[in-house]
């Protein structure tokens, strides 16, 4: 005879049984159980699709004009996620070991600055791609030539759309 206090246990170890020869019989039937739902894989490709963005590292002098301008325009791409920085010790922010880490890519406007950070960051830099822009340092932040060169070439090297 059971007490009350014997039943929920009772009624668990029936659910596990059950549960458990469900789960055995899906496996010979080569069956997912329990099923996911279609919002349940939605959110996993959504999830998935979120890691799958592609860290870009801008690097300027003085993280001033150049670099937060690429680092604004390519922000809300869907396909990347974006940072800048600057080489020089004046800069607004200067590139650091965890920029450096948290990249995918890293675009530089010109040879001085991937020299720069090579010098300074060379085992980081192993496995990273930098490429060099040929941008020039004759603009302001957001001008409109700029955002035009930056739009020109960034998609083609990055493969985006």
């Known amino acids: 005879m059971t007490t009350k206090d014997d039943w929920p ?7 596990l049984y059950i549960r458990s020869t469900k789960v055995a019989r899906a496996e010979q039937l080569g069956l997912d159980y329990p099923r996911t739902t279609a919002k349940q ?7 998935a699709r979120s890691t799958e963005r592609l860290k870009v590292l801008f690097v300027c002098s003085r993280n ?8 604004q325009l390519w922000r809300k791409h869907p396909q990347l996620l974006t ?31 991937k020299s720069r950070l090579t010098a300074e960051f060379t085992r980081l830099l192993d496995g990273k791609t930098v490429h060099v822009l040929d941008i020039p340092d004759d603009y302001k932040f957001m001008d ?4 035009e060169m930056l739009e020109q070439c960034v998609p083609s090297i990055l493969g985006i759309e």
Do not use: F
């Not at 020089?88 to 990249?103: F, G, L």
């Not at 409109?144 to 955002?147: G, N, Q, S, T, Y």
């Open 9 to 15: 246990r009772e009624k668990r170890w029936k659910d």
């Open 41 to 47: 894989l939605v959110q996993k490709e959504e999830t």
């Open 64 to 71: 001033q004009w150049r670099s937060p301008t690429a680092e």
């Open 83 to 113: 940072r800048s920085g600057g080489t020089s010790p004046n800069a607004r922010h200067t590139v650091s070991v965890e920029d450096i880490r948290w990249s995918d890519v890293i675009l530089v406007m010109e040879e001085k600055h």
């Open 144 to 147: 409109k030539e700029l955002i």
